[in-house]
């Protein structure tokens, strides 16, 4: 698709801009890419113990069933909750 670019006249690249611009400042879009993208998870190593809930200061893990979740939305990718979990159950996505 870039290749393409310098085949297009400028309003249409300047319209291709604006557009992508607004696709990425669309709150939903921006959740979808956090999602695809970002936020940390937890694997079925999780004991459910708990134990990382409180460490998350996003508020983004909540039980899960049958392990403990993490909402991709409220995830910042900070990490603390990496090292707080005694199975080592927490990785970057
Ligand atoms: S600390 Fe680890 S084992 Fe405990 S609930 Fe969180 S992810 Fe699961
Ligand atoms: S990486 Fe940070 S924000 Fe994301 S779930 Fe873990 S503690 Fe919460």
Redesign the pocket.
């Known amino acids: 698709m870039i290749f393409m670019l310098p085949l297009l006249h400028e309003k249409n690249i300047m319209y291709i801009f604006i557009r992508l611009f607004q696709f990425f400042s669309n709150t939903d879009q921006q959740k979808t890419l956090r999602r695809i993208f970002m936020a940390h998870k ?1 694997t079925d ?9 409180p460490e998350c200061p996003s508020d983004a ?1 909540s039980e899960g069933d049958p ?2 979740k993490i909402d991709a939305s409220k995830c910042t990718d900070c990490g603390t ?1 990496v090292s ?4 080592e ?2 990785f970057p996505a």
């Not at 190593?45 to 809930?53: E, Y």
């Open positions: 937890i190593a999780c004991l459910a113990c708990g134990t990382c809930v893990i392990i403990y909750c707080a979990c005694p199975a159950a927490i």
